[in-house]
């Protein structure tokens, strides 16, 4: 079956420090894979997307995403957290080009200290 | 361009009643997904519409049931309401089925 797994329930980092969030997918062929971040109250935004091509994706917010097939895995980051960062971050596919039924992951819940 | 809307964005409703809850795609849109957030089972897909046509369900019970008009506009109907229905309901739409999803601000739907 289809999953997505983010390890991570919480991180803390510090404001300025770089920062990575795990996700690994279960899907046999290529998988539709997506970032989104969830402000307390709020909806979710789309941060970035991958569906071919190259492998690292850039998104808003200067947020970042590698794809590694051998790994399974869609990893996101980036270089120097802001405070306004704070919020949870879900992980997300969908099998193939024909379905809106995305999976999520269970999310992360990102922590910035000053 | 506007993004998507939902109303009402928060339900009080007592155990047994019914809900109706309403989602407005991006303009263009055809496709709109809906999705159940809980802290317990985390996000849940509910169904997909497409062109008026539901083309995907999730495993949720005959309970929930929703539609899409011919404006791409799209309702979803909760019936016979129990405490566990209790959640954040949230609507996305995407211009195709399996392209990107934008998704709304959610429903905050409390049975008490």
């Known amino acids: 079956a289809q999953s997505v797994t983010q390890p991570d329930i919480h991180i803390t980092v510090s404001e300025g420090a770089s920062l990575e969030l795990r996700c690994n997918y279960s899907?046999?062929?290529?998988?539709?894979l997506f970032w989104y971040v969830q402000s307390p109250g709020q909806g979710l935004q789309l941060l970035l997307k991958?569906?071919?091509?190259?492998?690292l994706v850039q998104g808003i917010k200067g947020f970042e995403a590698e794809f590694k097939r051998s790994q399974s895995s869609f990893n996101l980051r980036k270089p120097s957290v802001h405070w306004s960062d704070a919020a949870e971050y879900f992980c997300?596919?969908?099998?193939?080009?024909?379905?809106?039924?995305?999976?999520f992951g269970q999310g992360t819940t990102l922590q910035v200290k000053p | 361009k506007a993004g998507v809307t939902q109303t009402p964005r928060y339900l009080i409703k007592t155990r047994g009643q019914q809900v109706t809850l309403s989602c407005s795609p991006i303009?263009?849109?055809?496709?709109v997904s809906w999705y159940q957030q809980t802290p317990g089972q985390g996000l849940q897909f509910l169904f997909e519409?497409?062109?008026?046509?539901?083309?995907n369900k999730g495993n949720f019970p005959g309970r929930f049931s929703g539609r899409q008009f011919s404006n791409s506009r799209s309702e979803m109907n909760v019936s016979t309401l129990e405490l566990g229905d209790s959640a954040l309901y949230l609507c996305?739409?995407?211009?195709?089925?399996?392209?990107?999803?934008?998704f709304g601000p959610g429903t905050r739907l409390t049975v008490t």
């Open positions: 996305a739409s995407s211009f195709l089925q399996g392209s990107e999803q934008y």
């Open positions: 899907y046999g062929a290529t998988p539709y």
């Open positions: 991958y569906f071919s091509g190259d492998t």
């Open positions: 997300a596919h969908h099998g193939s080009s024909n379905t809106g039924k995305l999976i």
């Open positions: 303009s263009g849109h055809r496709s």
């Open positions: 519409y497409f062109s008026e046509t539901q083309r």
